[in-house]
């Protein structure tokens, strides 16, 4: 039945003029008498959010890789799909992936996302800890020359004595190509190396001061396409990759068909085979689960909309570089695929709500038949105390009844005021509300028997002043 709006608007003044102040009154009393409850209700609250890492953190910070690496598209990529979805992805510069990975591990750097080629050697020791959310793509090894075609099972004899840049010093191209060179029987150079960044590398082998580049990287890096499209350049094919895969276990092959780059110029003019790694994401291992979905679902979009025909079929991401254990929320990924319930909430509202269903739940069949019992407890607790505050008022009446004095008389009334007061006060379930008034209406009869007690005594005391004045009259007549 539709009330008429002023009707509703004083019922709403009555009720805050009136009611709200008994009914909070009365919720405060709830409160207060179940406040060991509520203690243990709070900590186990706290447990559960420490658990279950439900922090408020949107942001991650990944590293940033340097100007024309495919990484660093790859990152920007991952920052547009954490802003589409409500979360918050910070950039931060390094000159590699390898400085990225280096500073992953310090617990002073502010990095706690990072990408890491396969084969990356990492600290465990004294350092924070981190989980691998699998691999998100492949970066083949690219190295360019200028010069005859190389023939043989290498190319550093060929390139011995030229000059060559092999990426900045710590990372993992560095590295790797000593590592090819030692591989191949071959002592590290100490001559000819130039430790320059891929971009910088790749202008002055375009400009004639280096002989040969090595990179690794996709086919998408701006620098590898700078490369591809010079006519003056050859690319190494490593014919022996099976024996060099098999002294560097994280290297992998990757056949590049003849006419790849332009099939009008037959370039390349034959098949190469390059020699490839994994690239890996590895984030802290406490980053919020919200934030390492964002990560595996942006290296998902990402591999829909940038399909890399030299991954072989490979559905990114996947879990390729084992040297670093998964995260929880990966191993999931990997196993289970992505929720459903992330087809239907926001990313971040989703991951809560797909870590605390299943303790919502669990909550809710423990804590009803809980509360059905609390309020057994609380409705005998409630109807005992109205059975000891008729016993402690039939007290007080037996001491009115044996009082030998007006005053005995006022100080059980003082403890009598006092208990109704506590009544008053006192929390009643709604099943002892008869109850409660029949108390209170026990209180009225012993009030009966209050007044007539002190009449009695009152009556009694007129009685003896009214004796000893007689007697006291009767003396002085003799007198």
Known sequence: MNRHPESFLQEIIFYFRYEAKDEFAALFRWLRYYILLWIMIA????????????????????????VGSSYRVLAEHYQEFFQENGLQLQLSEVSHIGESADQLQRDSAPLNASFVLAGTTLNAAGEK??????????????LFFRGPEIQGSSPFNALAGRRVSIGPPGSFANRSYRELMVAAGIDAPSTGVYELQDSAGVE??????????????????????????????????????EAFIERIPYLSKI??????????????????TLLSTAVTLLVESDLSPALQWGFLLA?????????????AGTVFPK???????????????????????FHYFPLYFASLLERTWIWILAAFFVAYPLFERLSKFREFHSRWTMLRSFQRLRTYEEQLVEAESIEQINATIAEINMFEQEVLDHWVDEENIKDY??????????????????????????IA??????????????I
């Open 43 to 66: 900590v186990a609250l706290a447990l559960a959010i420490s658990y279950l890492n439900f922090g408020p953190n949107k942001k991650a910070i990944l590293g940033y890789a340097q």
């Open 129 to 142: 800890k981190y989980a691998s959310l699998g691999s998100v793509k492949y970066a083949p090894g690219w």
């Open 204 to 241: 002055a082998l375009l400009n004639g001061e280096v002989d040969a580049v090595w990179i690794i990287d996709s086919f998408s890096s701006e620098n590898i396409k700078r490369l591809v499209s010079s006519p003056d350049l050859n690319l190494y094919s490593w014919n022996f990759a």
């Open 255 to 272: 056949n590049l068909p003849a006419g790849y780059f332009d099939i009008g110029r037959s370039r390349p003019a034959k098949d190469v």
């Open 299 to 311: 290296a998902r979009d990402y591999q829909t909309h940038n399909y890399d025909d030299l991954s």
């Open 319 to 341: 879990y390729i570089d084992k040297s670093v254990p998964l995260s929880a929320v990966a191993e999931q990924y990997f196993n289970d695929g992505v929720p459903s319930i």
């Open 437 to 462: 008034y029949l108390l209170r209406a026990a209180f009225g009869r012993v009030r009966e028997t209050i007044a007539g007690l002190k009449k009695k005594h009152e009556q009694a005391a007129e």
């Open 465 to 478: 002043a009214d004796a000893m004045a007689y007697r006291s009259h009767s003396e002085k007549t003799s």
